[in-house]
């Protein structure tokens, strides 16, 4: 099993940043990958970035590239996403999730922390 928990969520300008934390505990996370994902009511769930806990490669879609950077700290079993210069449309509970690297689906999944962009 692998625990995750997400803190850093919270209410912030247009314009400004947060940045969220993701605390890994459980596996031994070397074959595992990490992502964030965003969602709205009402709409499907958003992938935001991916990293590899061994080597620390990224991955995001081009929407999300140049506000949105997510990286980790081995020693603190943390992840993080580093978001700038926030919409009103970032509104979303943004979740991490974890998976093997050679699935291709994320079986792990963190209870959420809640980012309001205030217009």
């Known amino acids: 099993q692998v625990q995750l928990v997400e803190s850093g969520g919270g209410l912030v300008q247009t314009g400004g940043s947060l940045r969220l934390s993701c605390a890994v505990s459980g596996r031994t996370l070397s074959n595992y990958g990490m992502g964030w994902f965003r969602q709205t009511p009402g709409k499907e769930r958003e992938f935001v970035a991916h990293i590899t806990w061994s080597g620390g490669n990224t991955y995001s879609p081009n929407s999300m590239k140049g506000r949105f950077t997510i990286s980790r700290d081995s020693a603190k079993n943390t992840v993080y996403l580093q978001m700038n210069s926030l919409k009103p449309e970032d509104t979303a509970v943004y979740f991490c999730?974890?998976?093997?690297?050679?699935?291709?689906?994320?079986?792990?999944w963190g209870q959420g922390t809640q980012v309001t962009v205030s217009s």
């Open positions: 999730a974890a998976k093997l690297l050679v699935s291709t689906t994320y079986n792990y």
